[in-house]
């Protein structure tokens, strides 16, 4: 029994080491879409460069254990080892978390961060970069991402485990969420 353990242990441990290996290799696969580095080239596209190390790994388990959804990264996941995914997190966490902000008209912009104080800075901070320890970065996130991600989360469907940020999406409206996305996606 002693030695099964010993050898279990041995084996994860060697997992471990060889994700930590491969993990450059892995990352560089991520820069095609999510930018160099991990810092979106201002599309559609979020940057994931130095948002928080259980933050990253908890929405990558999320996906390859399908109790999230999304379309593109539950099928990207699905090909990695819970190694893979832990490595690929250390590696993105450790990066720099770098704002792309992105201009809006003043008036999206107040009224944006009008909704933000009423609704978002208990978790997010008022310029998205001061977040709680469950929340990620998203001062200078893509404004694009952002409003489509929280149309996501109004629909009944849609799988996002996250109970209080669904709740506080959905008694916001689309419009002032929409605001909101591009107040937060303006932020230095
Ligand atoms: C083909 C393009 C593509 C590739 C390659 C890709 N991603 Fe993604 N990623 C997306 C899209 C699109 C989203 C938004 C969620 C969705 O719809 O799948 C996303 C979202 C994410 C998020 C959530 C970001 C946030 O702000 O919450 C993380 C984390 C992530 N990807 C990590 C990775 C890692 C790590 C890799 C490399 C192993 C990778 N992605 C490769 C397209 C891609
Ligand atoms: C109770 C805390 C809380 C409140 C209030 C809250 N959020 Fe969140 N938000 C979170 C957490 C935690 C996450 C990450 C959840 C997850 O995906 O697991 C998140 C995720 C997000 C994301 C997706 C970020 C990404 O990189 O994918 C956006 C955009 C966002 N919040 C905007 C808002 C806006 C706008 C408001 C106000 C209308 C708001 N949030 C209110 C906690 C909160």
Not at 59 to 68: A, L, P
Not at 99 to 104: G, I, L
Not at 112 to 140: F, M, Q, R
Request: net charge positive; with cysteine; hydrophobic share 40%.
């Amino acid at each position: 029994m002693k030695k099964l353990f010993l050898v279990l242990a041995i084996a994860a441990l060697t997992g471990a080491a060889q994700a930590g290996q491969n993990v450059e290799g892995l990352a560089r696969t991520c820069n095609n879409c999510h930018g160099v580095g991990g810092v979106s080239a201002g599309s559609a596209m979020p940057s994931i460069g130095g948002l928080p190390r259980d933050y990253l790994k908890r929405v990558m388990k999320q996906w390859k254990y399908d109790e999230r959804s999304a379309i593109t990264m539950s099928r990207i996941v699905k090909g990695f080892s819970d190694d893979e995914i832990d490595a690929l997190a250390d590696h993105f966490a450790k990066l720099p978390w770098v704002p792309v902000p992105q201009a809006a008209a003043a008036e999206m912009l107040a009224k944006g961060k009008e909704t933000v104080a009423a609704n978002c800075t208990d978790c997010h901070g008022l310029n998205g970069g001061d977040p709680d320890v469950d929340s990620p970065k998203i001062n200078g996130q893509s404004p694009k991402y952002m409003e489509l991600e929280m149309q996501k989360y109004r629909s009944a469907d849609f799988k996002m485990p996250h109970r209080k940020m669904k709740k506080a999406v959905q008694e916001t409206p689309p419009t002032d969420a929409s605001a909101a996305a591009r107040y937060f996606g303006a932020q230095k």
